[in-house]
Nanobody, 114 residues
């Protein structure tokens, strides 16, 4: 069993920055990939960024050049540095981990105001 605990998020004006962090805990697991999804009000959950244990990274096109994902395999942590935030980035952000199955954090709100 894997537990994911997120931190960060909050409210910021457009053009600002925020950093999200997530720690995975539990026992007897090996995490293949970690990342972040988001869900805006009235929209489907979408992948924002994903990083594998080997360091392969994928970003959704809308955040490329603005967001940076990083991971510490030894500490089972993943972070998302979000710069030049836009109002369209407003959503609940969920930490994600892929081990023997998928695991999700409880979500953290990001609000970007104009």
């Amino acid at each position: 069993q894997v537990q994911l605990v997120e931190s960060g998020g909050g409210s910021v004006q457009a053009g600002g920055s925020l950093r999200l962090s997530c720690v995975a805990s539990g026992s007897g697991f090996s995490i293949y990939a970690m990342g972040w999804y988001r869900q805006a009000l009235g929209k489907q959950r979408e992948l924002v960024a994903l990083i594998t244990r080997g360091g392969n990274i994928n970003y959704v096109d809308s955040v490329k050049g603005r967001f940076t994902i990083s991971r510490d395999n030894a500490k089972n942590t993943v972070s998302l540095e979000m710069n030049n935030l836009k109002s369209d980035d407003t959503a609940v952000y969920y930490c994600y981990a892929l081990a023997i199955r998928s695991y999700w954090g409880q979500g953290t709100q990001v609000i970007v105001s104009l």
